[in-house]
């Protein structure tokens, strides 16, 4: 199956293509959505979520196959390594660091 990832600075898909086979026409019910009905989600986390055996067959300016994106997972909570999240992150982690590691 080929899956198609938006990437924003270079402004084009990257292709990726699995093992997996699908004989349908029409895509599974997303299992990985909780609501269709909420407003302001990020395309990232709309998108399915790109396999792990997924293999980086090229690149182009339209999508081809199944929309995707990298997500990446911390413990439970799915995230999206955008630079607002990872600075979120890197201030819990100072904050953590600051007011209970030194203390110790």
């Given at each position: 199956?080929m899956?198609?990832?938006?990437d924003?600075?270079?402004?084009?898909y990257h292709y990726?293509?699995?093992?997996?086979?699908?004989?349908?026409t029409s895509?599974?019910?997303?299992?990985?959505?909780r609501s269709?009905?909420?407003?302001g989600?990020?395309?990232e986390r709309?998108?399915w979520?790109?396999p792990?055996?997924?293999?980086?067959?090229?690149?182009?300016k339209?999508?081809?196959?199944?929309?995707?994106?990298?997500?990446?997972?911390?413990g439970f909570i799915?995230?999206?390594l955008?630079?607002?999240n990872l600075?979120?992150?890197?201030?819990?982690?100072?904050?953590?660091y600051?007011?209970v590691?030194?203390k110790?």
């Amino acid at each position: 199956m080929m899956y198609s990832v938006w990437d924003h600075a270079a402004r084009t898909y990257h292709y990726y293509k699995t093992s997996e086979r699908n004989g349908s026409t029409s895509a599974p019910k997303p299992a990985h959505l909780r609501s269709a009905g909420k407003l302001g989600i990020s395309p990232e986390r709309a998108a399915w979520p790109l396999p792990s055996d997924a293999k980086l067959v090229g690149s182009g300016k339209y999508p081809k196959g199944m929309i995707a994106s990298r997500q990446s997972s911390l413990g439970f909570i799915p995230i999206d390594l955008s630079p607002v999240n990872l600075l979120v992150l890197g201030a819990l982690g100072y904050l953590f660091y600051k007011h209970v590691w030194e203390k110790r």
